[in-house]
Structure formats: C-alpha cells, structure tokens
C-alpha cells in the first residue's frame, strides 16, 4: 500500500475508503454526479449496440442467426434504456450501487451472445470486446470492484464462447487472452487512479470543512471568553454599575461631546453615611446588600443617559450629560430622598441610611474629567464635614 493511500485510509486494491461510513458519505457526495454521467453513459452505449445491427444484416442477411442477433440487440437496448431511466430516479450510490452494476452483466452477456452467433466476425468481436471493456472501467460509472468482476465475466465468457464456438486455434486463444488481460489491466489502473485522486480529493476537502468547523467553534469560544472578559472589566462585581475605569472612558467621551456641543454637563460623587459602623453593626453582608441597593435607587433616580460608576468601596460616581447646575441640584435631593426612603428588612429597621453628594458642573473646554471628579469630592467632604446626608454643589461659596 503505498504512503499516500495509508495517509487517506483508501484501500489500495478496490480505490474505496476503509471506513464505510466516510466511503458512504463519499458517495452520497458524488451521487448527483453519477446518476447524470450514467443517464448520458447508457443511451450512448445503447446506440452503439443498435447501430452494429447493421453490420449483423450485411454479414447474415433476413437470416435465422440476424433475426436472433436482432432480438437480442433490442433487449440489450431496451434494457439499458430502462435502466438509464431507473438510474436517474433511484440509482443512490452508496445504498442502490447494484443497480448501476445491471447495464454491465447485460451488455457482457450480449456481447458473448454474438459469438455463437456470428462466429466468422470473431476478430472484429474481439475489438468490440477490448473496447467494451474499456466502456466498463471508464464510461459506464460503477466502482471499482463492479467493472472489475463484469469485465473478467465479460473476458472469461468471451474467450470460452469463442473456444467453443469460433473454434479458434488454442495459441490465438492465448494470444487474444493476453489482449484482453491488458485491457483488464490498463482499465483497472486507469480506474483505480480515478477512484483514489476523487477520494483524495474528497479526504482533504472534509479535513478542511473539519479544520473550518473547529476554527469557528474556537473563535466562538474565544468570543465568549472576551464578553466574559469585557463584562469583569466593565462591571463591578458587587452592584453591577459600571467599574471606575469604564465609568471613566464613558463619562470622558461625554464630557467631551459636550463641551464639542456646548452644553451642560455635571458630575456626582456620592458616599454613603457612616458605612463603616453599617458594617460593624449588621456586618459585611448586610453592608453588601444596602451597597446594592443604593446601586439600584441610583439607576432608578436617574435618566438612562447617564453614567453611574462605583468609584469603590461605599463610593458612587455619576455622570449627567445635558444637565444645568441647578437640574443636577434637584436631582441630587431626589436621589437623596430615595435613598433615605429606601425600604428594609425588618432587622435593619433601626438603619438611618443616608448619602451626602458633592456637585460639579464643566465650565469650559480646560476642565477635564479628573477635574470635575476633584471638585465633586472636596464638595462631598465638605458635605461630610457639615454633618452629612446632604448635597453640596461646587461654587456655592467655594472657589475649587
Ligand atoms: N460591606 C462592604 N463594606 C465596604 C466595601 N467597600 C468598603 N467598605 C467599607 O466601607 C467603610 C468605609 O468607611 P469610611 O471610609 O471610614 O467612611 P464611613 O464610615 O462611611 O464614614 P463617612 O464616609 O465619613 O460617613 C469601611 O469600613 C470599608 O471597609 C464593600 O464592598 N462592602
């Protein structure tokens, strides 16, 4: 066997795939093929036969045998005609491959049939042999295996009826034997070459649809990866809000279109009141879970355009695009109300929960993001040092 055959798992004697199910998928692949190749194969041949009927009346005339030979020609036709009809309906190629091997064994029979009776044309038949054999390996569509076994009948039963028959000299059945072994040969190899390279060539096209299949599982498994990726960048864990460093690239692209467009933009720093007695009163958890629900009064109170970040740990930060000063006012007081009014579980009842925010609104092209964040938190601390739970907007009596 040689290399290339071991590496595609074709048998190196009948040009078909070890593994049925790839040898069936393969001829599933080229049944379309082979049904319109037989359809236009079988009509051809049949002409073939019927027009050597004249050759049968010259030779014999409105004879006995020319009436046998005529019989026997227009069954010969009818039935590849038949069977060119039943190939293009039903001939399946992996599953209904005898009926393609038919139009063989009847065209081999008729073609033993014309020895006994025109045995004087005996040298003119062993053409018609050589070249029908050719027909049966290159022409006629089959396998390997197929054309192989109708052409040794062909050949078997040609030389024993012309023995018989034509009487011809056992040194010329020798001679005519080694003919039509050569015949054998060249068509079985000619064949077999065909049947490896399309098998071949089928092998390397699955393992690239395989290759391809793999890829784009890998480059959705990897597009998975990257979202999930994206999403712990982007998203804090706890509340869900946008991380800082998201919250940053957002609010900075707004503050830049609007200072492009010239309108109002401000910015929030909120920081929730005495967290870290929340926590040592109710512990961690309790605290996590009042953290998320403050994340949630944030995005209920405000619009969707805006950004809303945590800055870390009890520490939020919002960014308000087309808003003036004293709309950041009043939704700063709202969103501290809410917050006040926040509703909690029976065991937190005694909770006061409160916020302080600090304001800063963008006043012109030189104030950028880290700015604004600045001036928002020495607003907030300075709500924190007027007792807090309460919002204080930058320039109310300060200058930075
Ligand atoms: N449960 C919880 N606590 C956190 C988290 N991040 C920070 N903290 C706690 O928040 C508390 C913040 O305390 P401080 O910075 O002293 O501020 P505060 O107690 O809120 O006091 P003021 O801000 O001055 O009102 C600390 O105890 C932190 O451990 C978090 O993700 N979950």
């Avoid at 093929?33 to 049968?56: K, Q, Y």
């Avoid at 042999?129 to 040794?152: K, Q």
């Avoid at 501290?336 to 926040?342: H, I």
């Amino acid at each position: 066997m040689s290399q290339q055959q071991k590496q595609y798992d074709i048998h190196w004697l009948t040009g078909q795939f070890f593994d049925s199910s790839k040898e069936s998928r393969y001829r599933d692949s080229i049944k379309a093929r082979v049904r319109f190749e037989s359809r236009l194969a079988l009509p051809l041949v049949s002409v073939v036969v019927a027009m050597f009927g004249i050759t049968d009346y010259n030779l014999l005339g409105l004879t006995r045998e020319f009436y046998w030979l005529l019989t026997m020609r227009i069954a010969v036709v009818s039935s590849c005609l038949v069977l060119a009809f039943a190939i293009g309906r039903w001939g399946g190629y992996s599953r209904n491959a005898w009926l393609h091997s038919l139009p063989l064994w009847i065209l081999a029979t008729g073609i033993i049939l014309i020895v006994p009776l025109r045995p004087e044309s005996i040298s003119t038949q062993i053409t018609a042999v050589v070249v029908a054999i050719m027909a049966f390996y290159l022409l006629i569509p089959n396998l390997l295996t197929v054309a192989a076994l109708a052409s040794l009948y062909l050949t078997v039963g040609f030389l024993s009826a012309a023995a018989v028959y034509a009487g011809i000299p056992s040194e010329n059945v020798l001679r005519v034997s080694l003919l039509l072994i050569m015949a054998n040969i060249v068509g079985y190899c000619a064949l077999l070459r065909i049947e490896f390279l399309q098998r071949k060539q089928f092998a390397l096209l699955q393992d690239e649809r395989d290759q391809n299949r793999d890829l784009l599982k890998e480059i959705k498994h990897r597009k998975s990866l990257e979202a999930q990726l994206r999403m712990v960048a982007e998203r804090d864990a706890l509340t869900g809000l946008d991380s800082r460093s998201h919250f940053m690239k957002r609010a900075e692209a707004l503050l830049q279109r609007a200072q492009l467009e010239k309108t109002p933009f401000c910015l929030f720093m909120i920081d929730v009141d005495h967290f870290k007695r929340i926590n040592d009163t109710w512990g961690h958890t309790r605290g996590d879970l009042i953290l998320t629900k403050i994340a949630e009064v944030c995005e209920q109170s405000l619009r969707p355009t805006d950004v809303i970040g945590r800055f870390g740990g009890e520490e939020f930060v919002v960014g308000l695009p087309h808003t003036s000063p004293s709309e950041a006012q009043t939704i700063a007081e709202r969103l501290k109300e809410n917050v006040e009014a926040l509703p909690l579980t029976a065991e937190l009842s005694e909770l006061c929960l409160s916020v302080t925010i600090g304001i800063a609104a963008a006043h012109g092209e030189e104030d950028d993001l880290d700015v604004l964040i600045t001036r928002a938190d020495n607003m907030l601390y300075e709500g924190k040092r007027e007792g807090r739970n309460r919002v204080v907007m930058f320039g109310e009596g300060m200058d930075s």
